[in-house]
């Protein structure tokens, strides 16, 4: 019982009691709040577990919020009877109970002021027959609606919905309109209302093909009507047809009950032409403006009995709410699975062999998986580096409490105090600084994140969770728990390693400028920088070895990626050790540069300081080199990342506005062409606004019926590689971006023409622009001849046909154009000019006029703004009229959503670098503290001999200066050179250094 007590009073005294006591007599026992680490790890936690939001919202701004679409476009099927598919879905169970139809068509679209004056636009007659039986307007071209309403006509897209079961299935969660409100009405979409001149009240005429349109139930009405019209003796086949196919056009007037700008969610951002209006109403409205031709007392209710549902162009399927829910796997293979599974199970219940599935926003998402996946491996580093900075500030505030309190702590083992107790003292002491900080930052964390979840709820438009996640309330708890136990290692081995005497010596200073130490050899004993060293470089050799090929096998890019940071940091933490060499020096150098300026006793004591107190100040000088260079590296990291982006969708477009046909219809499909060309160039010659604007045809497979296969071959058919041809008008390269074409090689110019110019001399027409790959790969030289190998089969030709050109040039990377000089690129483009286009195309063409043309682009003046950008694409808008398939490309509205995750990440990285600097600066008043401390001695001296107080302060606001000023140098050229030595492997086209100076 005796020895239970005194071990209980052993616990109670030497364990807490003493700790404590000396904890609370310490001056500095506020000053070691590690809370901003605590609140940066649970907000950025919690801002990785809803970063998928963010990318969705992205996703959906540009594809719309359509999980899954089935469309009958194989199989000879037209149209979907979406009252069978209901029952299909409903009957698999619950998960596929949500679904809505659409219809969505082409049509063109007219303003009724526009039209002839006192012209009533929901009378019909005048749009069919004219305003009387001599009414030569029938005969006119486009018939009497043509020639009355003579205004410009715009392309449009209509959209056919069910606005009630699109709400249920939050499609269009943020659609700012209701229903459209009567059977007349619709709602148009800004920039087309803006282009056609109408507002919200006014009338417009939608001319839609109605065949086209509704598919099926417009055939068989048209069928059934022609069927009763025909005389009794009238053969059975459709040779004697009294309805023409006149018919099909109808000229539907519609009152514009609201204009909308932003889509909701509804369709993608690429859509800026559209209609909309309910599903439900659209037939009857439709009958009632049909041609006259057609027997009113037999179509219109044959019309109003068909069902549109039943004849829908595409079911929308979406995952039951909350439906965000499976996006929120970080992991995109994990989102992928989920959702292609979903899809099958769908469309294994409708028939999959019958229907075309598309997943809109899983394609869109796999888009942004790499950077999606590059924000949460920078955020994770960023985990480690606070946790790196608050392990290195609690050491740094107890290294200097063990210094400050040295005397203190010899007299308590002079006294008996055991080194158990001591030990118990600084953990106890280390826990004290890091517990209170934890409670604090996560109730500040959590504050704070009900702020960030505000800021991203307006910048995605999708609510967050406003409160923290678990798993960043674990993680903050863990760092408050590792934190301590960490940081109290090194001083707990310092504070045992003094001796009593060294303890007790209160006569000489504590601030040492030379110092010896005598380090007995043993043989038993174990090198800890040899053992630490060991195991890093098996580590590195495990990973290099093992984990990095098993990403490889696996295509795991997470654990890649993970791989390739792991390194990055190491390389960041590397180069701020081996920067200590020159700390010393830089700080010299600073101090020459900067206070040259003062008395020579000022600066020469400065240095004397830094010298002195080199060892605790290279503590501050890590921290600030590190959480400098860190967020340097990030930071430009992050910006060469967006660059990137920006700079692949300037140069698969090559000018910031274009008039283009679908990607799709760009090589093969020649369905799609731009036939306004007059009006177009009306627009565009003479304009102010318009610098300069160029051509771009289709490709030579769209040109020649039945080519199948075209291939660059060298003349001995050695070598062969596929390649697409295109011409270009001759200003191409003065219209296009500048920067992104890169020759290798090119002829000789006298004229010195540009590289487009060059294909319209006499020699230059019978050559072509390739990649620098082939000069290589195919043997080619410049100007050498090359064979262009085309492979036909039609009707009039089974074979090969070739052509023998010259290489003009070669070209590391074209605007425009997939051109380039690695062999990952497969299948590259080849230019010529407009007239050898037509001479390959074997008679395909026969002049300069029929090639089928693909894209205008348009290079504005210098200095354009908005509101002059958005005038030139109004009129663009307004040439295309009813161009089919072809749109104005806008650069700005493909680059908003990139721009909004800027906005977004560039917020993390202002807090960031708040919270990085505030944990440094910790330290920092730590040692200026000690520092201080240790001198008074030489401080009394000081002002025994005359030195005034302000003399003294201005000496250690010097030091903290070049301290700070120093490893801020560090920090910045450790960051910048990290970033230089990532690009210099993967430059390939463009590199531009990205210094990101802190200031303020």
């Known amino acids: 019982s005796c020895l239970t007590a005194r071990v209980g009073r052993w616990l109670c005294r030497d364990t807490f009691f003493l700790p404590l006591r000396s904890f609370a007599r310490s001056q500095q026992r506020f000053e070691s709040l590690t809370g901003p680490a605590q609140v940066t790890v649970s907000v950025l936690l919690s801002v990785i577990g809803q970063s998928p939001v963010i990318f969705l919202r992205l996703a959906e701004l540009k594809g719309g919020e359509i999980d899954v679409s089935c469309s009958a476009e194989q199989g000879g099927i037209e149209r979907l009877n979406y009252t069978l598919a209901a029952e299909l879905l409903s009957a698999a169970g619950g998960q596929f ?69 699109e709400k249920r299935i939050e499609l269009g969660r943020e659609w700012p309109l209701g229903p459209v409100p009567a059977a007349g009405s619709v709602y148009v ?21 109605a065949r086209q349109l509704l598919g099926r139930p417009w055939h068989d009405a048209i069928e059934l009507l022609d069927a009763q019209q025909q005389p009794p ?20 007037p519609l009152l514009v009950a609201a204009v909308f700008s932003d889509a909701g969610g509804k369709f993608g951002s690429d859509i800026n032409n559209a209609l909309v209006m309910e599903l439900s109403g659209f037939m009857g409205w439709l009958a009632e403006q049909v041609n006259p031709a057609l027997n009113d007392t037999r179509s219109q209710p044959l019309l109003r009995s068909f069902e549109l549902a039943q004849y829908a162009s595409s079911v929308v399927i979406n995952l039951p709410p909350p439906r965000i829910v499976p996006y929120l796997d970080s992991n995109f293979d994990n989102v992928q699975a989920s959702l292609v599974k979903f899809s099958a199970n769908a469309a294994y219940q409708l028939g999959f062999n019958q229907l075309d599935i598309q997943l809109p926003l899983l394609t869109q998402l796999s888009t942004t998986q790499f950077f999606g996946l590059f924000l949460g491996l920078i955020l994770n580093i960023v985990i480690v580096i606070l946790l790196l900075l608050s392990c290195m500030l609690v050491y740094s505030l107890l290294a200097t409490n063990v210094e400050s309190r040295t005397f203190e702590m010899g007299v308590l083992r002079m006294l008996g105090t055991t080194r158990q107790a001591l030990v118990g003292l600084l953990l106890l002491q280390a826990f004290a600084y890091s517990v209170p900080a934890w409670a604090l930052g996560l109730a500040i964390g959590a504050v704070l994140f009900v702020v960030v979840a505000a800021v991203l709820q307006v910048l ?24 301590p136990l960490v940081s109290a290692v090194f001083p707990i081995r310092s504070a045992l390693a003094k001796s009593l005497h060294e303890s007790l010596d209160v006569r000489r200073s504590k601030t040492k400028a030379v110092e010896i130490s005598i380090n007995r050899s043993e043989a038993g004993s174990v090198s800890v920088p040899l053992v630490l060293v060991g195991l890093l470089l098996s580590a590195f050799g495990f990973g290099v070895y093992l984990v990095f090929p098993m990403s490889l096998l696996t295509m795991n890019l997470a654990l890649l990626l993970n791989m390739f940071f792991a390194l990055l940091l190491a390389m960041l933490l590397g180069c701020v050790i081996v920067s200590l060499n020159v700390q010393h020096t830089l700080e010299q150098i600073v ?30 000088a890590i921290m600030f080199a590190l959480s400098l260079g860190f967020i340097i590296f990030i930071s430009v990291s992050f910006t060469s990342t967006l660059d990137s982006f920006t700079y692949q969708l300037q140069r698969d477009n090559a000018v910031l506005l274009r008039v283009q046909v679908p990607s799709s219809s760009r090589v093969q499909d020649n369905s799609d062409v731009i036939s306004s060309v007059r009006q177009l160039e009306q627009v565009v010659v003479g304009n102010a606004l318009v610098a300069s604007h160029s051509w771009q045809t289709k490709s030579l497979r769209a040109v020649v019926p039945g080519l199948t296969a075209l291939a660059v071959s060298s003349v001995g058919h050695v070598f062969a590689a596929p390649h697409n041809v295109y011409a270009v008008s001759s200003n191409y390269f003065s219209t296009v971006l500048p920067g992104f074409l890169k020759v290798k090689q090119r002829l000789a110019s006298d004229d010195d023409f540009t590289l487009a110019e060059q294909l319209y001399t006499v020699d230059g027409s019978k050559s072509a622009v390739l990649g620098s790959l082939f000069s290589t790969s195919l043997s080619l030289s410049l100007g050498g001849p090359f064979l262009l190998d085309a492979t036909v089969r039609n009707a009039s030709y089974s074979g090969a046909v070739l052509h023998r050109l010259k290489a003009a040039a070669f070209v590391d990377s074209c605007p425009g154009f997939v051109m380039s000089a690695f062999p990952s690129a497969t299948l590259q483009d080849a230019l010529v000019s407009l007239p050898s286009l037509v001479r390959l195309s074997g008679g395909g063409l026969a002049s300069v006029d029929d090639i089928p043309l693909a894209a205008l682009l348009v290079r504005l003046v210098d200095g354009a703004s908005n509101a002059e950008f958005d005038l030139v694409k109004s009129q663009l808008n307004g040439a ?17 959503p990139m721009s909004s995750a800027s906005q977004l990440l560039s917020l ?15 330290s920092l008043t730590s040692s200026m503290y000690t520092n201080v401390f240790e001198q008074a001695k030489e401080i009394g001296v000081l002002r025994s001999v ?52 802190l200031t303020g």
């Open 591 to 620: 101090v020459a540069l900067l206070l040259f300026w003062d008395k020579l006793a000022v600066t020469t004591l400065v240095s004397k300081n830094l010298v002195a107190h080199r060892r605790r100040n290279r503590k501050t």
């Open 233 to 252: 003796d009238a053969p059975a086949d459709n040779s004697s047809s009294t309805l023409g196919t006149d018919v099909d056009l109808v000229y539907v």
């Open 880 to 896: 295309i009229g009813s161009d089919t398939g072809v749109s104005v490309w806008d650069y700005r509205e493909a680059a908003a």
């Open 946 to 997: 005359g030195i005034s107080n302000a003399l003294l302060y201005r000496i250690y606001v010097f030091e903290a200066f070049v301290l700070v000023f120093s490893s801020a140098l560090l920090g910045l050229l450790i960051g910048e050179a990290n970033h230089l030595l990532c690009l210099l492997p993967v430059s390939t086209s463009t590199f531009s250094l990205n210094f990101s100076i």
């Open 908 to 922: 993390l990285f202002d807090l960031l670098t708040i919270v990085a600097l505030l944990v440094s600066s910790f």
């Open 189 to 209: 979409q800004r920039s087309l209302a803006r282009s056609l001149g109408v507002a919200a009240g006014s009338v417009l005429h939608v001319v839609v093909d």
């Open 460 to 483: 995605i438009g999708t609510a967050v969770s406003t409160s923290l996640s678990l798993d960043a309330v674990l993680v903050a708890t863990a760092l408050g728990v590792l934190i």
């Open 97 to 165: 109970g949500y679904h809505t139809p659409r219809i969505v068509g082409d049509v063109s679209t007219v303003a009724d002021w526009s039209c002839g004056s006192g012209l009533d636009p929901y009378e019909r007659s005048w749009k069919y027959d004219g305003l009387g039986a001599n009414d030569t307007c029938r005969s006119s071209p486009g018939g009497c609606f043509a020639w009355y309403c003579a205004g410009r006509r715009y392309q449009a897209r209509l959209f056919l919905i069910d606005s009630a079961r």
